[in-house]
């Protein structure tokens, strides 16, 4: 099966940056298209950002648009989330997800595999 962790979670203050990396192994990691969704403490998992099996084409949540970009290293098993221009609403636990799809996917019932979190805090 497949398995995911995500990594470079932490504290920042509002308008800095933080870079998550998602490491997958298990399977071809190029066979999947992938997503991140976030949770924040009362609130229910959101959508936040997906790519496309071959990494050409990708969708963001408004909220995060023109400040978040997604991508993915096949040759590594690795996919990424670079956060610019934080902010305190951006607070959560982030988890990058697999889906057995050729295309990016926007709902989190799409995805066949998930990783355990990262936190992220952001003060202001």
């Known amino acids: 099966q497949v398995q995911l962790v995500e990594s470079g979670g932490g504290l920042v203050q509002a308008g800095y940056s933080l870079r998550l990396s998602c490491a997958v192994s298990?399977?071809?990691?190029?066979?999947?298209?992938m997503g991140w969704f976030r949770q924040a403490p009362g609130k229910e998992r959101e959508f936040v950002a997906a790519?496309?099996?071959?990494?050409?084409?990708?969708n963001y949540a408004d909220s995060v648009k023109g400040r978040f970009t997604i991508s993915r290293d096949d040759a590594k098993n690795t996919g990424y989330l670079q956060m610019n221009s934080l902010e305190p609403e951006d607070t959560a636990v982030y988890y990058c997800?697999?889906?057995?799809?050729?295309?990016?996917?926007?709902?989190?019932?799409?995805?066949?595999?998930w990783g355990q979190g990262t936190q992220v805090t952001v003060s202001s």
């Open positions: 790519i496309d099996l071959s990494g050409g084409r990708a």
């Open positions: 997800a697999a889906a057995v799809s050729v295309t990016a996917r926007t709902w989190a019932t799409e995805y066949s595999y």
């Open positions: 298990g399977r071809t990691f190029r066979r999947y298209a």
